[in-house]
């Protein structure tokens, strides 16, 4: 999702914040033109890749047309990216990258903890409603990565399961959430029933009200009730 996209949810309105640059023992060294005229070129090809994706879906987007898009030839795609599968995944980690910045962004750490997962993942759903070709190419893939791919997928999708374990451990810690509750599985749990409810979009054409619906029943079953039960 690119930064200039704008989440909602529940009235709210956030857009991504750049973090601070920490200051470090050297001085970085600066960037040399061909180096930042690679970085151009890969931000160029993952742009217009990702708008391709979207509108087209995986198997419908040529390397020929991603290069047209971004104004450039097939040769810079394959200086950048081994095939059209790492330029896919390449995509993938940078949306999994925004939608944790745009959470880290969006969370009010004083709130209760299921109002705030409610808010996050209906942001995230309203992000991706309009671009569910997007959503369907990358639920495909998953199955299709090699393992250095996974590797760096599970990694770019651990920011996001580590912000929902912090809510979920922040609401533990308050006393709203039962002191049993494991937040790092109940996040991967969480994460994982997020990702399922897109069925409900591709196939029964649910919308931003259904979705949340859909997942305030589900957050019951996986923190309410644990905590009733402790």
């Known amino acids: 999702m690119s930064p200039a996209v704008r989440l909602t949810a529940s009235g709210m309105k956030k857009t991504m914040k750049h973090s601070p640059i920490r200051a470090v023992a050297m001085a970085p060294q600066p960037i040399t033109r061909r180096a930042l005229a690679k970085q151009l070129t890969r931000t160029k090809l993952l742009q217009a890749a990702r708008e391709m994706f979207a509108e087209r879906g995986y198997e419908a987007a040529t390397v020929r047309d991603i290069a047209a898009a971004a104004g450039l030839s097939t040769g810079a795609v394959f200086a ?100 049993s509750l494991d937040a790092k599985l109940t996040s991967e749990m969480l994460w994982e029933t997020y990702l399922s409810n897109y069925r409900g979009v591709i196939f029964e054409g649910w919308g931003r009200d259904a979705l949340r619906a859909r997942m305030a029943s589900q957050l019951d079953v996986l923190i309410s009730e644990r905590k009733l039960a402790a």
């Open 80 to 179: 950048s990216f081994a095939d059209k599968a790492d330029l896919f995944s390449e995509v993938i980690v940078a949306e999994y990258e925004f939608i944790y910045s745009s959470m880290a962004a969006a969370t009010d750490e004083a709130a209760p903890a299921r109002e705030t997962l409610l808010n996050l993942l209906t942001m995230a759903y309203e992000a991706y409603l309009a671009q569910i070709r997007l959503v369907q190419a990358a639920l495909g893939f998953c199955w299709m990565r090699d393992l250095l791919s996974e590797k760096r997928h599970m990694e770019a999708v651990d920011l996001v399961r580590n912000h929902l374990a912090g809510v979920l451990q922040r609401g533990v810690e308050s006393g709203e959430l039962s002191r």
